[in-house]
């Protein structure tokens, strides 16, 4: 039986986990779920799961937490700081972290669980893109395992050759095809843009998700994250990953191989099936999805992205052909400006603007150290706000 803590155990990806947790107690035991501020469902969570130890943020909801789970006579410790979030990572009994804390929040405990040689099942792609090489140097160094859950790196690594690992170049493949859906503005005119309100941005045609990664899903700088995320999980540059919309969110991404073979993970946009996958790794067992019903689904459809349209797409291009802490400046102006933008901030349109302004603003350094890192993120938000201000 193995041992799994779940960081960010609330959100969308928390509760499906556990959900496909709850389905093999046979072979999973949850030793730690963390939260921000939901005590109300974390609660409800350690009620059935009884984990040895919960997280949260900040004490005062900890404190909250630790009340309600005493009076209903549940012995979990309840911790809290991003301390404790590094600290249950690490613990001897935990064989998997999930790691589904969403945005920069999500860098440390995630990194720490790398470190310490874990199986990290990685649905934060912040995580990753701002930390680059240095998350992928400490995952070889420590042996981890390294399995993402975005639906498309997983289906890329399921595309992958024969007992493939992340990091690991694969001569034999000549492209990657990463799919996306085109969020909920594909048809809509370019004029009609700048009026879009946060309900609208955050309404997917296809997946339910945060309210942040939906708007990600939205401009496209889900997909540029992605890009960047490809090219690190599998080490290739990114003339070798290639965009290509798919409204239909069925196939989940495509990998070409240089013999002409290109292979297709298919499944329903259902992120159960990529988190089964990883959590039955190298195995598979039923993640409570339903079957792909061809017959319904009768087409499948592919274009090419429109830059002009989605300019955060070609903003994660341009970071990632820079490289160093580009990508982490670039991770940190999207937080602050799509935080903004469903705040009331500034508008939909405004978005891919913070972040170029950012990206000629910000001095770019070598992503050689977690505190290089950090101080390029903070600094990268500092110049976000100022501007957003002015806006």
Not at 106 to 131: F, I, Q
């Amino acid at each position: 039986m193995k041992g799994i803590c779940v960081l960010g155990s609330t959100g969308s990806i928390g509760v499906s986990t556990l959900d496909v947790a709850g389905r093999h107690p046979d072979r999973y035991r949850v030793v730690a779920l963390t939260a921000n501020h939901n005590i109300d469902r974390l609660f409800e969570q350690c009620q059935r799961f009884r984990p040895p130890y919960a997280v949260m943020i900040d004490e005062p909801p900890a404190a909250e937490l630790r009340r309600r789970l005493r009076d209903a006579g549940i012995e979990t410790e309840v911790l809290s700081g991003v301390r404790a979030l590094e600290a249950v990572c690490v613990l001897p009994e935990v064989d998997s972290v999930m790691a589904a804390i969403v945005g920069a929040a999500g860098l440390l405990p995630t990194l720490a669980a790398a470190r310490a040689g874990k199986t990290v099942l990685l649905a934060n792609k912040e995580a990753l893109v701002m930390s680059g090489p240095l998350f992928m140097s400490a995952v070889r160094e420590s042996g981890a395992d390294l399995l993402p859950i975005d639906s498309e790196h997983n289906a890329i690594f399921q595309c992958m050759p024969a007992n493939y690992h992340a990091g690991r170049t694969a001569p034999e493949v000549r492209r990657i095809l990463l799919t996306a859906s085109g969020g909920p503005f594909l048809r809509k005119g370019l004029g009609e843009l700048h009026d879009v309100t946060p309900a609208e941005a955050v309404a997917h045609p296809n997946w339910v998700m945060g309210r942040k990664i939906s708007v990600d899903s939205a401009t496209m700088m889900n997909k540029g994250l992605e890009l960047i995320e490809a090219c690190l999980l599998f080490n290739a540059p990114p003339e070798l990953v290639q965009v290509v919309i798919h409204p239909q969110s069925v196939i989940h991404s495509m990998v070409d191989y240089v013999d002409g073979t290109v292979l297709a993970q298919m499944g329903n946009p259902d992120m159960r099936i990529p988190i089964a996958h990883a959590m039955a790794w190298p195995e598979r067992f039923d993640s409570g999805a339903e079957p792909l019903d061809l017959f319904a689904v009768k087409r499948l459809d592919f274009e090419a992205p429109d830059f002009q349209r989605f300019p955060c797409l070609q903003r994660a291009y341009d970071a990632v052909r820079a490289g160093g802490t580009m990508p982490a400046i670039l991770n940190a102006a999207n937080e602050l400006a799509v935080a903004s933008f469903l705040d009331g901030g500034i508008r939909f349109t405004d978005i891919p603007d913070v972040i170029s302004h950012c990206m000629m603003s910000v001095p770019v350094g070598r992503a050689d150290s977690i505190e290089t890192v950090l101080e390029a993120d903070r600094s990268a938000r500092e110049t976000a706000g100022a501007y957003i201000r002015k806006l």
